[in-house]
């Protein structure tokens, strides 16, 4: 039976999005408690974690306000570190799949995820760059070349999907609201791209990413739309 879990989380940040994904299609029984990142608590990065980011977890220790960490707790954190930690403490929701084959191709597709599109897509939404629009719609041609006929990542849910999701929701938030490091319009040019018909599958895929009820319970999307116009909106 797993120990108290406390994830330090905000609405805003898809990385911590990855590790309440993987909590409520575990259905473990946890505290959340919001960070503000413009206002961090002084006690966050002493206490809970050093480097100063969400999402961080508190396993086990005395039971205590989220507040006031226990020292007594385990401390964790980055996301994908995170989801496979809840993945083997609940072995039950099948996140990480138990064939090697699968499991090898679930991590590969994450390495696609992380070093093609969260890159390209930050490109896109901070930087900047006369071809970020191509090397986004590229790394999502290379996600979509992972996928299955029919299905999620590989084939059954699990922590592959919980890795992506986050990212394609904000994308979808900030190019539909012309929120981005880009001209007014390029937004919507780009979600046209993505609705071309050689884009199909992905579209499927993202249709049944969001239809998952764990991504219901965790995208809080007029709260992203609100805190990215805020952040990354355009200034002109
Ligand atoms: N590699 C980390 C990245 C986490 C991260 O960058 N989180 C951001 C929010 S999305 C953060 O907490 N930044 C610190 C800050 O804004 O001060 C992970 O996967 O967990």
Same mark, same amino acid.
């Given at each position: 039976?797993?120990?108290?879990?406390?994830?330090?989380?905000?609405?805003?940040?898809?990385?911590?999005?990855?590790?309440?994904? &993987?909590? *409520?299609? !575990?259905?473990?029984?946890?505290? +959340?408690?919001?960070? @503000?990142?413009?206002? +961090?608590? =002084? %006690?966050?990065?002493?206490?809970?974690?050093?480097?100063?980011?969400?999402?961080?977890?508190?396993?086990?220790?005395?039971?205590?306000?989220?507040?006031?960490?226990?020292?007594?707790?385990?401390?964790? !954190?980055?996301?994908?570190?995170?989801?496979?930690?809840?993945?083997?403490?609940?072995?039950? &929701?099948?996140?990480?799949?138990?064939?090697?084959?699968?499991?090898?191709?679930?991590?590969?597709?994450?390495?696609?995820?992380?070093?093609?599109?969260?890159?390209? %897509?930050?490109?896109?939404?901070?930087? $900047?760059?006369? @071809?970020?629009?191509?090397?986004?719609?590229?790394?999502? @041609?290379?996600? #979509?070349?992972?996928?299955?006929?029919?299905?999620?990542?590989?084939? =059954?849910?699990?922590? !592959? @999907?919980?890795?992506?999701?986050?990212?394609?929701?904000?994308?979808?938030?900030?190019? $539909?609201? =012309?929120?981005?490091?880009? *001209?007014?319009?390029?937004?919507? +040019?780009?979600?046209?791209?993505? #609705?071309?018909?050689?884009?199909?599958?992905?579209?499927?895929? %993202?249709?049944?990413?969001?239809?998952?009820?764990?991504? #219901?319970?965790?995208?809080?999307?007029?709260?992203?739309?609100?805190?990215?116009?805020?952040?990354?909106?355009? +200034? #002109?």
């Amino acid at each position: 039976m797993p120990e108290t879990i406390t994830l330090y989380t905000a609405k805003i940040c898809p990385y911590a999005q990855r590790a309440e994904l &993987a909590l *409520e299609e !575990a259905k473990a029984d946890y505290t +959340k408690y919001q960070i @503000d990142l413009q206002n +961090k608590p =002084e %006690w966050y990065a002493p206490k809970v974690n050093p480097a100063s980011k969400v999402p961080a977890l508190a396993y086990g220790g005395p039971a205590v306000p989220a507040d006031q960490p226990s020292p007594e707790s385990v401390k964790l !954190a980055e996301s994908l570190i995170l989801v496979e930690f809840v993945a083997d403490l609940y072995p039950h &929701a099948h996140l990480l799949p138990s064939d090697p084959v699968q499991k090898a191709r679930a991590r590969f597709f994450i390495d696609v995820v992380s070093t093609k599109l969260v890159p390209s %897509w930050n490109t896109v939404l901070r930087a $900047g760059a006369p @071809d970020a629009d191509q090397a986004f719609l590229s790394a999502v @041609d290379a996600v #979509q070349s992972l996928l299955p006929a029919q299905g999620y990542a590989v084939g =059954e849910y699990s922590i !592959a @999907d919980i890795a992506i999701a986050p990212f394609i929701a904000r994308a979808y938030v900030a190019l $539909g609201n =012309e929120i981005g490091a880009y *001209e007014p319009g390029q937004g919507k +040019k780009l979600l046209e791209a993505l #609705q071309q018909p050689r884009f199909a599958r992905f579209q499927k895929y %993202w249709a049944d990413l969001q239809a998952r009820p764990s991504f #219901q319970a965790t995208f809080d999307k007029e709260y992203v739309t609100e805190a990215f116009r805020k952040r990354f909106g355009n +200034k #002109q």
